[in-house]
Nanobody
Framework: QVQLVESGGGLVQAGGSLRLSCAAS????????MGWYRQAPGKAREWVAG???????SYAASVKSRFTITRDNAKNTVFMQMNSLKAEDTDVYYC???????????????WGQGTQVTVSS
């Protein structure tokens, strides 16, 4: 079993900041890529940012220079610092990780439960 537990969402005024965390636990051999997605009601889930095991990061154009993704491999945790938040950043944010549960198993994708981020204008 693998569990992903997210935290850090909430209500913030435009221009403010939030830091999301997502900790993976359970039967984990190694974690490959980790990332964040977001989804508004009635819309498709949208990729926001990703980070490789080695620390290389990439971002959607809409958040680049405002959001920063990092990870702590020792704690199986991914973070996303969100600065200069805008009303259009309001969404439910989901973490996604690719996890190998044994040395010979393929990596499988796992999702967090989602955390609400609301930015008031």
């Amino acid at each position: 079993q693998v569990q992903l537990v997210e935290s850090g969402g909430g209500l913030v005024q435009a221009g403010g900041s939030l830091r999301l965390s997502c900790a993976a636990s359970g039967s984990i051999f190694s974690i490959n890529a980790m990332g964040w997605y977001r989804q508004a009601p009635g819309k498709a889930r949208e990729w926001v940012a990703g980070i490789t095991r080695g620390g290389s990061s990439s971002y959607a154009a809409s958040v680049k220079s405002r959001f920063t993704i990092t990870r702590d491999n020792a704690k199986n945790t991914v973070f996303m610092q969100m600065n200069s938040l805008k009303a259009e950043d309001t969404d439910v944010y989901y973490c996604n990780t690719n996890i190998k549960r044994s040395p010979t198993s393929p990596g499988n994708d796992y999702w967090g439960q989602g955390t609400q981020v609301t930015v008031s204008s």
